[in-house]
């Protein structure tokens, strides 16, 4: 498996005991329970703008792995489409109003 060095890069968790650790440890066990109000609160006590950062960074991190899978397979001539299923095509607009 080759990996595009340049987009893709392994995920730096925070040191261990850090604040950003913490928050960690509040925001895994919400993701995936089909409750995003409860995902995005605020912990209590918490600072709101430690909160954004960490979710910011963490955001980032899951659309660079994302960005990095579909690069390393995806191709203009493996594929030439962007599709979510057979109903939908996504194009490129470039600023063109649609």
């Not at 600072?47 to 963490?58: K, Y």
């Not at 990095?68 to 109003?97: D, H, I, N, Q």
Request: with cysteine.
């Amino acid at each position: 498996m080759c990996i595009n060095q340049k987009t893709f890069r392994p995920k730096k968790g925070a040191p261990s005991g850090s604040k950003g650790a913490q928050l960690k440890k509040h925001i895994d066990p919400t993701l995936g329970s089909g409750n995003l109000r409860e995902a995005v609160r605020l912990p209590p006590g918490e600072d709101l703008n430690e909160w954004l950062a960490i979710n910011a960074v963490d955001f980032f991190n899951q659309v660079n792995i994302l960005y990095g899978t579909l690069t390393e397979f995806c191709t203009p001539s493996t594929c030439p489409t962007m599709t979510a299923g057979t109903k939908y095509e996504y194009r490129w607009a470039g600023g063109v109003s649609i």
